[in-house]
């Protein structure tokens, strides 16, 4: 037992370099193992030479931003995270950065909504998200919490001309309709897509970007290689989420920016395509949505 709980804990191996380099679309740094210098040079020894770092709260925000001003390679993504706002509103001090939160509601949630829009306006930060609807861990009491801020960050993205990073989990259809009410800005990415063919030709409709994580090279997820297969080649990005949803054959083990290959062989595979053209691809599409 003591074995396989180590092997968990254990990082994967390097994956042979790509030929061709890409971006990882969406990173936490601020949440793995090592200096950031370190999990940098390591991805871009396999040939992973950006990165989106992505804030989640207000001091994982400022870190973002502190991040991409010290290394050219890492673009900032600066927002509140869907559960996050409910949390701010309601007072629980208790927040993803474990700071002691203020006794909450609308002025509460407007301040801290202030400090991301001022983040924004910075020249490193190429995006306003991961913002959006979590359905999963937030009740019926913060759903109307959640789309305020929801509206507040596309507006924020389109005022600033950032692109807009979603977060969508078990909320595919009120997303898409605040979306649709509030007008998308230019560049609007789907961070770890998770929904099926039918919706991804919607996106696809509008010019949104899907990126693919981890899951799709999940055995189970065959409607999400099928959304893979529906989205044009040009909206098409990949990510790791890491430290979260590290791709076949080490989920459950650390993610990190170097195993995006992993995840762009997987994909390539699906959509009948050497790794170097999905890569091509991958690469000016993500500099693209991100403004870069």
């Given at each position: ?31 793995q ?14 040939g ?40 701010i ?17 609308e ?6 909504l202030a ?40 507006e ?48 696809a ?16 997820n065959q ?62 599409n ?7």
């Amino acid at each position: 037992m003591a074995k396989k709980d180590d092997d968990r804990s254990t990082p994967p191996p390097l994956p042979e370099p790509l030929a061709v380099a890409v971006a990882d679309s969406h990173t936490h740094l601020d949440m793995q193992s090592g200096t950031p210098a370190e999990g940098l040079a390591r991805a871009a020894s396999v040939g992973v030479t950006t990165v989106v770092q992505v804030g989640c709260d207000v001091p994982g925000s400022r870190w973002a931003a502190e991040l991409a001003a010290q290394f050219e390679q890492v673009h900032a993504a600066v927002a509140l995270h869907p559960n996050e706002a409910p949390r701010i509103f309601l007072g629980d001090p208790d927040g993803w950065s474990g700071q002691q939160r203020p006794a909450g509601g609308e002025a509460a949630l407007d301040e801290a909504l202030a400090e991301i829009d001022a983040l924004a306006a910075l020249p490193q930060v190429r995006a306003v998200g991961e913002t959006g609807l979590d359905y999963f861990r937030t009740g019926p009491e913060g759903v109307e919490i959640q789309k305020e801020s929801f509206r507040r960050h596309i507006e924020m993205a389109k005022r600033h001309g950032k692109a807009l990073v979603i977060h969508d989990r078990d909320a595919h259809e009120d997303v898409i309709a605040v979306l649709l009410e509030e007008g998308a800005p230019e560049r609007t990415v789907f961070h770890c897509y998770s929904g099926d063919a039918e919706m991804a030709k919607v996106c696809a409709e509008h010019g949104w970007y899907l990126s693919f994580a981890g899951p799709v090279t999940f055995k189970a997820n065959q409607p999400l290689r099928d959304a893979l297969l529906a989205t044009p080649l040009d909206r098409v990005l990949v990510e790791t989420d890491a430290p979260f949803l590290t791709p076949h054959p080490y989920r459950g083990r650390p993610n990190a920016p170097y195993l995006i290959p992993v995840t762009v062989r997987s994909m390539a595979a699906t959509l009948g395509l050497h790794e170097d053209e999905l890569a091509t691809a991958i690469a000016a599409n993500t500099a693209r949505a991100f403004g870069y």
